[in-house]
């Protein structure tokens, strides 16, 4: 649907976020996954967000998918990529589905190697479970909403709500989709391939540049 934006600018980090400029040699990404969680509401499409407590070393206060890093015990490979995904969902959000192959996989996101903490991201779509509501532990994560897409993008673009740079394209790639089905449907048809953004740099500014985008 809608293609990355090119030359956005790199966040500013903020100290102490894992976010922080590496100089040095790249950080190996660590394997994680991410689940967008999706429903028809009224309005066409949402997806649900979470926001992390203020107090989380990385990325306080931002919202985001429910996700997470894989753990050791959970192995490697896609199995272990679904385990961790429907872990990290019923931690976050308190959403039991039992079957990882209900999960689709939609892209595969690594962090540009000038940032200091890196992630090797694989991000899968599933419908709510019927019956279920998404709610939050308090700790970890602080609050949820169902958002339609353009409906988080534009609260982000009022500074009304802190997204993160993955989170925003994926927001403006599932926008336009009418229902879930017919999104399910085209991301079992794609062939995912990972995604590095890179950080080009231009005196004191920084942007993030994708795969397509002129200079990448």
């Not at 599932?174 to 953004?197: Q, T």
Request: aromatic share 8%; hydrophobic share 40%; proline share 10%.
């Amino acid at each position: 649907m809608s293609a990355a934006t090119s030359g956005e600018p790199f966040p500013q980090p903020r100290p102490g976020s894992g976010e922080d400029y590496n100089p040095g040699p790249p950080t190996p990404p660590r394997q994680a996954a991410t689940v967008m969680l999706l429903r028809d509401g009224p309005d066409g499409l949402e997806v649900l967000l979470v926001r992390r407590t203020e107090k989380a070393r990385f990325m306080a206060g931002v919202w985001v998918f429910p996700g997470g890093a894989v753990d050791d015990a959970e192995g490697s490979g896609d199995d272990a990529h679904r385990t961790a995904a429907l872990r990290e969902l019923r931690e976050e959000a308190a959403i039991v589905i039992d079957d990882p192959a209900a999960l689709v996989k939609f892209s595969r996101w690594i962090t540009p190697a000038v940032v200091q903490t890196r992630f090797d991201t694989h991000f899968f779509l599933a419908q709510l479970p019927a019956g279920q509501e998404a709610r939050v532990d308090g700790e970890e994560c602080v609050d949820c909403g169902w958002f339609t897409p353009a409906g988080a993008l534009e609260a982000h673009g009022k500074d009304e709500m802190a997204l993160v740079f993955p989170t925003i394209k994926h927001l403006e790639q599932l926008d336009g989709f009418p229902s879930v089905r017919e999104l399910l449907a085209y991301a079992a048809a794609r062939e995912v391939l990972p995604v590095e953004p890179k950080v080009h740099l231009e005196g004191e500014v920084a942007r993030v540049l994708l795969p397509g985008d002129p200079g990448y």
